[in-house]
């Protein structure tokens, strides 16, 4: 047996004389500078979508007519699009507390069959009606029996001066809690995949407890302002826009852009309710102008380390230029307050806000005199909540599952239906998952590395590269290329994370060498390891701008593809794309993609996006097992067992007339048929078998 002091001095003479500490804290070097690249390309692209936002918008005819598209692109990044069905809410009144200036119904409704919400309605005391009417939406107060309880003296206070007030629990912390951290928290990157956002629960929500403030008598329909901190904020945003009976609105430290968010890099700060996912390539500043010309104010701190200074005062001065070009839309009707304060709403906010309500819901411009700041809560939680235990049928735990309404596939139709099918799916991947795609082709600047492959060279011409992905992205690749055969086929290997050890992994491509060309490729944010703290803080901040990592993966092989077709020459006789697990799925829809792929080779592939790779939107579009199909007839073959759902692909492949190209192989020589291609100069016997 060989001692790990001779193999390693093997290795470094494979090497060409380098020692192998050497090549690695190299390569260890280059491959954190190209990770760094991504996170300040990330940075870029969400600067460059703050800095085009509401910026073609120059008359008041320019916003009328961009406005319903916009109204249109925000619900559907909230999950609302198409809008849940307004079925019965089966309000209940579970109990009353009666005091000297108001009472408190206790009550619940169902926003969805089984999606319960929890709240209280503050009712004045001897006042007539109807009433101006304030929906006050919490914030993240952690308690088991809701956050309404922590929000309370907001809602007396209304209550106490002839509103009725309406206070809603969260998802997150009602006294039937849902999940608000799934990808921020608990890896829960199917939510991507299915365009869900809590944001869009809540919002749901807020519209359905609006349904209900229209049934009560004491309830002026007309005069129904909203207003939220953190969270409510967020819900509070997103409710006006897209909802215009809400007369007048006060979102609390609750306001960015992507651009600043990703300049500070703070998602990590942020719940995923916050943000919507940017599929359409907009900013927040959109969620204001839809406000516009109904009354707006929004208050902030300049010591909020989540929403900075420079990302609420740059959605001022965007949305006032749309409220600008409404007759009486400006400075009257939208306004910024921020103080020297953290995430908070101290008594000067409280104060604003209620001076603000005051004006827009009762034509009353007075001054409210400075209050001191009031207790958290006066009524203990156990008073103020509305049920014993949770249904038996509630969804809320689960919800996330099911409400963006994920696709059911049809079984495979005709031919003519097929192609149709085909036709209209490559078109919502290109408007709805991959609209970020780049759409200049930019100059590849390629570098050629020092390393010479060491024994690797002796199977083929070797060459270690790194080339330009997108602007800002470098990636890296070695290519083998067959010596004396310029016509050789192309395979692509695309390596995911963790796929080798060591850098020269070379013992499954060993068959190959010499008959195909290989590239072998790395992805970005495959080479350099990556704790799941940094990976959900770029997954999360790639959503900010209409991607994710399997999104911008898929990119850089399309981009190999380019690479070697072009620098290289090298795609002559078709090109072959390999990958391990959710690459070899990403390689399926670079193949979608460019039509130079004859072949995808998958190996140990996941059966749908549910498990992954995560991809915005896809499962509200499709799922692997068709885009699978969408491949035929070209040829797809997998190194391990087809899951049972690709049963589906078998069928469109078969009523293709392509059932020959949807294959099982034992290994890759075995996919790619390397008998088929001798080396140069071998020799054959009369029978065919190749030495």
């Given at each position: 047996m060989r001692s790990p002091s001779r193999i390693l001095a093997g290795c470094a003479l494979a090497l060409g004389g380098a020692t192998l500490a050497s090549v690695a804290a190299h390569a260890q070097e280059a491959a954190t500078r190209r990770q760094e690249m991504v996170i300040?390309?990330?940075?870029?692209?969400?600067?460059?979508?703050?800095?085009?936002?509401?910026?073609?918008?120059?008359?008041?005819?320019?916003?009328?007519?961009?406005?319903?598209?916009?109204?249109?692109?925000?619900?559907?990044?909230?999950?609302?699009?198409?809008?849940?069905?307004?079925?019965?809410?089966?309000?209940?009144?579970?109990?009353?507390?009666?005091?000297?200036?108001?009472?408190?119904?206790?009550?619940?409704?169902?926003?969805?069959?089984?999606?319960?919400?929890?709240?209280?309605?503050?009712?004045?005391?001897?006042s007539p009606g109807p009433l101006p009417t304030i929906l006050y939406v919490s914030?993240?107060?952690p308690h088991p029996l809701g956050a309404k309880s922590y929000y309370?003296?907001?809602?007396?206070?209304?209550?106490?001066?002839?509103?009725?007030?309406?206070?809603?629990?969260?998802?997150?912390?009602?006294?039937?809690?849902?999940?608000?951290?799934?990808?921020?928290?608990?890896?829960?990157?199917?939510?991507?995949?299915?365009?869900?956002?809590?944001?869009?629960?809540?919002?749901?929500?807020?519209?359905?407890?609006?349904?209900?403030?229209?049934?009560?008598?004491?309830?002026?329909?007309?005069?129904?302002?909203?207003?939220?901190?953190?969270?409510?904020?967020?819900?509070?945003?997103?409710?006006?826009?897209?909802?215009?009976?809400?007369?007048?609105?006060?979102?609390?430290?609750?306001?960015?852009?992507?651009?600043?968010?990703?300049?500070?890099?703070?998602?990590?700060?942020?719940?995923?309710?916050?943000?919507?996912?940017?599929?359409?390539?907009?900013?927040?500043?959109?969620?204001?102008?839809?406000?516009?010309?109904r009354p707006l104010l929004f208050f902030s701190g300049r010591q909020d380390p989540d929403f900075p200074p420079d990302g609420y005062h740059e959605v001022y001065r965007k949305v006032k230029r749309v409220y600008d070009l409404y007759p009486g839309g400006g400075p009257a009707r939208i306004s910024e307050v921020d103080d020297d304060v953290g995430h908070s709403d101290p008594p000067l906010f409280r104060r604003q806000t209620r001076e603000w309500m005051n004006r827009w819901l009762r034509n009353d411009a007075a001054p409210l005199p400075e209050e001191p700041d009031a207790a958290a809560s006066s009524e203990p939680a156990e008073a103020l909540?509305?049920?014993?235990?949770?249904?038996?049928?509630?969804?809320?735990?689960?919800?996330?599952d099911l409400f963006t309404s994920p696709v059911r596939l049809r079984p495979p139709g005709t031919a003519v239906e097929q192609a149709q099918r085909r036709e209209d799916l490559l078109a919502q991947l290109r408007e709805k998952v991959f609209r970020w795609f780049p759409r200049e082709r930019i100059p590849f600047e390629t570098t050629v590395s020092p390393n010479d492959g060491g024994w690797a060279a002796r199977y083929a011409d070797y060459k270690e590269v790194e080339f330009t992905s997108?602007?800002?992205?470098?990636?890296?690749?070695?290519?083998?290329?067959?010596?004396?055969?310029?016509?050789?086929?192309?395979?692509?290997?695309?390596?995911?994370?963790?796929?080798?050890?060591?850098?020269?992994?070379?013992?499954?491509?060993?068959?190959?060498?010499?008959?195909?060309?290989?590239?072998?490729?790395?992805?970005?944010?495959?080479?350099?390891?990556?704790?799941?703290?940094?990976?959900?803080?770029?997954?999360?901040?790639a959503s900010w701008v209409g991607r994710t990592v399997a999104a911008m993966q898929t990119w850089d092989i399309l981009r190999a593809i380019e690479w070697a077709a072009g620098e290289e020459r090298v795609a002559a006789r078709g090109v072959s794309l390999y990958g391990k697990g959710e690459m070899g799925i990403l390689a399926l829809y670079a193949g979608l993609f460019d039509e130079r792929v004859s072949q995808v080779v998958l190996n140990d592939a996941p059966a749908s996006h549910w498990q992954g790779p995560a991809l915005l939107n896809i499962l509200r579009i499709t799922d692997i097992v068709e885009v699978a199909g969408a491949f035929a007839p070209r040829r797809l073959v997998s190194l391990t067992e087809y899951p049972r759902p690709f049963d589906y692909t078998r069928r469109v492949y078969e009523q293709q007339g392509a059932a020959r190209q949807f294959v099982r192989a034992e290994?890759?020589?075995?996919?790619?048929?390397?008998?088929?291609?001798?080396?140069?100069?071998s020799a054959s016997d009369a029978g065919g078998n190749r030495f």
């Amino acid at each position: 047996m060989r001692s790990p002091s001779r193999i390693l001095a093997g290795c470094a003479l494979a090497l060409g004389g380098a020692t192998l500490a050497s090549v690695a804290a190299h390569a260890q070097e280059a491959a954190t500078r190209r990770q760094e690249m991504v996170i300040e390309q990330l940075k870029k692209a969400a600067a460059a979508i703050s800095d085009r936002s509401l910026s073609d918008i120059r008359s008041l005819d320019d916003w009328k007519r961009q406005r319903p598209a916009m109204r249109g692109e925000l619900l559907y990044m909230l999950g609302l699009d198409p809008l849940p069905e307004r079925t019965p809410l089966k309000p209940q009144i579970t109990g009353t507390l009666t005091r000297p200036d108001y009472r408190v119904e206790k009550l619940v409704f169902q926003s969805l069959p089984g999606l319960y919400v929890t709240a209280n309605l503050y009712l004045p005391a001897n006042s007539p009606g109807p009433l101006p009417t304030i929906l006050y939406v919490s914030g993240h107060a952690p308690h088991p029996l809701g956050a309404k309880s922590y929000y309370q003296d907001r809602a007396a206070w209304f209550a106490s001066h002839g509103y009725v007030c309406l206070i809603l629990d969260t998802l997150e912390f009602g006294e039937v809690p849902g999940i608000h951290h799934g990808i921020h928290d608990l890896n829960m990157w199917n939510w991507l995949s299915l365009g869900y956002t809590p944001a869009g629960v809540e919002v749901w929500n807020a519209m359905r407890a609006i349904d209900y403030l229209e049934t009560r008598p004491e309830v002026d329909r007309q005069r129904i302002g909203m207003t939220g901190i953190s969270g409510g904020g967020s819900t509070t945003w997103f409710t006006t826009a897209v909802d215009e009976r809400v007369a007048a609105a006060v979102p609390g430290v609750s306001t960015y852009t992507f651009g600043s968010q990703a300049a500070h890099w703070v998602a990590a700060g942020q719940c995923d309710c916050i943000y919507f996912h940017n599929t359409f390539l907009r900013d927040f500043p959109i969620v204001g102008a839809l406000i516009a010309p109904r009354p707006l104010l929004f208050f902030s701190g300049r010591q909020d380390p989540d929403f900075p200074p420079d990302g609420y005062h740059e959605v001022y001065r965007k949305v006032k230029r749309v409220y600008d070009l409404y007759p009486g839309g400006g400075p009257a009707r939208i306004s910024e307050v921020d103080d020297d304060v953290g995430h908070s709403d101290p008594p000067l906010f409280r104060r604003q806000t209620r001076e603000w309500m005051n004006r827009w819901l009762r034509n009353d411009a007075a001054p409210l005199p400075e209050e001191p700041d009031a207790a958290a809560s006066s009524e203990p939680a156990e008073a103020l909540a509305c049920l014993a235990g949770p249904p038996r049928d509630a969804i809320n735990y689960h919800v996330h599952d099911l409400f963006t309404s994920p696709v059911r596939l049809r079984p495979p139709g005709t031919a003519v239906e097929q192609a149709q099918r085909r036709e209209d799916l490559l078109a919502q991947l290109r408007e709805k998952v991959f609209r970020w795609f780049p759409r200049e082709r930019i100059p590849f600047e390629t570098t050629v590395s020092p390393n010479d492959g060491g024994w690797a060279a002796r199977y083929a011409d070797y060459k270690e590269v790194e080339f330009t992905s997108e602007a800002g992205v470098r990636i890296r690749a070695q290519l083998l290329r067959p010596r004396g055969q310029p016509q050789a086929p192309l395979l692509i290997y695309a390596k995911r994370a963790g796929d080798s050890i060591y850098f020269m992994d070379l013992d499954e491509l060993l068959p190959v060498l010499g008959r195909y060309a290989v590239l072998i490729v790395n992805p970005r944010l495959t080479e350099h390891p990556v704790s799941a703290f940094q990976y959900a803080e770029i997954e999360r901040s790639a959503s900010w701008v209409g991607r994710t990592v399997a999104a911008m993966q898929t990119w850089d092989i399309l981009r190999a593809i380019e690479w070697a077709a072009g620098e290289e020459r090298v795609a002559a006789r078709g090109v072959s794309l390999y990958g391990k697990g959710e690459m070899g799925i990403l390689a399926l829809y670079a193949g979608l993609f460019d039509e130079r792929v004859s072949q995808v080779v998958l190996n140990d592939a996941p059966a749908s996006h549910w498990q992954g790779p995560a991809l915005l939107n896809i499962l509200r579009i499709t799922d692997i097992v068709e885009v699978a199909g969408a491949f035929a007839p070209r040829r797809l073959v997998s190194l391990t067992e087809y899951p049972r759902p690709f049963d589906y692909t078998r069928r469109v492949y078969e009523q293709q007339g392509a059932a020959r190209q949807f294959v099982r192989a034992e290994s890759l020589a075995a996919a790619l048929e390397v008998w088929n291609y001798p080396r140069r100069g071998s020799a054959s016997d009369a029978g065919g078998n190749r030495f």
